[in-house]
């Protein structure tokens, strides 16, 4: 199915520019409305399912930072565009990708083994940036660390010099209501505000990455720094 659905090669940028517009007003709207700085959120494209051809509208559309899920497809795409988009990876990440990955990436928002600690480790030039992904909602379906395993896991990754937590990811669990995954986000913001605290020194987990094209409203009122959408860019 997914790659079925990759087969968006005939976007038109005038028709995505008008969308990444309309989403950027929401935004700002929903930190108006939260008393935030427009400024301190960012709209990601996710494209795993835009055809590197695609990517051609997207860059005509003003659309800066994308979003890889696979890093066989992160590599055809960026080997391509390079430096016309800043490229972020945001799907599961396994330790025999991280070569492929990492140098073409400013942020990874998935990490949540520690074998991929280890990889970063020994792969790094310089310290990687990377979101600890959190299973917020702790379902057996999705990757991340269940909420109450996070401390435990970041001191077992604090012995690796090579990885910077700057903050956190998670997908809450699908609902229809965007209303109803306000608790989740509200939640993973709270435990970006202590684990800051507690961190202090090492870590600053002050980038939230969270919200997608149903939800992504609510995710910026409740502390996204970081929104990832897809489908209501492109249709």
Same mark, same amino acid.
């Given at each position: +199915?997914?790659?079925?659905?990759?087969?968006?090669?005939?976007?038109?940028?005038?028709?995505?520019?008008?969308?990444?517009?309309?989403?950027?007003?929401? +935004?700002?709207?929903?930190?108006?409305?939260?008393?935030?700085? $427009?400024?301190?959120? #960012?709209?990601?494209?996710?494209?795993?399912?835009?055809?590197?051809?695609? &990517?051609?509208?997207?860059?005509?559309?003003?659309?800066?930072?994308?979003?890889?899920?696979?890093?066989?497809?992160?590599?055809?795409?960026?080997?391509?565009?390079?430096? @016309?988009?800043?490229?972020? =990876?945001?799907?599961?990440?396994?330790?025999?990708?991280?070569?492929?990955? &990492? $140098?073409?990436?400013?942020?990874?928002? %998935?990490?949540?083994?520690? %074998?991929?600690?280890?990889?970063?480790?020994?792969?790094?030039?310089? $310290?990687?940036?990377?979101?600890?992904?959190?299973?917020?909602?702790?379902?057996?379906?999705?990757?991340?660390?269940?909420?109450?395993?996070?401390?435990? =896991?970041?001191? #077992?990754?604090?012995?690796?010099? +090579?990885?910077?937590?700057?903050?956190?990811?998670?997908?809450? $669990?699908?609902?229809?209501?965007?209303?109803? %995954? @306000?608790?989740?986000?509200?939640?993973?913001? #709270? +435990?970006?505000?202590? &684990?800051?605290?507690?961190?202090?020194?090492?870590?600053? =987990?002050?980038?939230? %990455?969270?919200?997608?094209?149903?939800?992504?409203?609510?995710?910026?009122? #409740?502390?996204?720094?970081?929104?990832?959408?897809?489908?209501?860019?492109?249709?």
């Amino acid at each position: +199915m997914d790659r079925v659905r990759q087969q968006l090669t005939d976007l038109d940028a005038a028709a995505v520019r008008e969308n990444r517009e309309r989403i950027e007003a929401e +935004m700002m709207r929903a930190c108006r409305r939260a008393g935030r700085d $427009p400024g301190g959120v #960012e709209l990601l494209a996710a494209i795993k399912y835009v055809a590197v051809e695609g &990517l051609e509208a997207l860059a005509g559309a003003g659309v800066s930072l994308v979003g890889e899920n696979r890093a066989q497809d992160l590599v055809a795409k960026h080997d391509r565009y390079g430096e @016309r988009f800043t490229w972020d =990876f945001i799907g599961h990440l396994q330790s025999n990708k991280v070569r492929q990955v &990492l $140098p073409r990436v400013r942020l990874i928002h %998935s990490l949540d083994s520690l %074998s991929v600690v280890r990889e970063i480790q020994q792969r790094a030039e310089i $310290p990687s940036n990377v979101l600890l992904q959190v299973n917020i909602g702790e379902e057996a379906s999705k990757y991340g660390i269940i909420p109450g395993e996070v401390n435990r =896991f970041l001191e #077992e990754a604090d012995r690796f010099s +090579m990885v910077n937590f700057t903050g956190l990811m998670t997908m809450p $669990p699908l609902v229809a209501d965007p209303e109803k %995954s @306000r608790p989740a986000f509200a939640a993973l913001r #709270e +435990m970006a505000e202590k &684990l800051t605290r507690e961190w202090q020194g090492r870590y600053r =987990f002050t980038q939230l %990455s969270m919200g997608t094209s149903n939800d992504y409203t609510v995710a910026v009122e #409740e502390g996204a720094t970081i929104i990832r959408v897809g489908s209501i860019l492109y249709n």
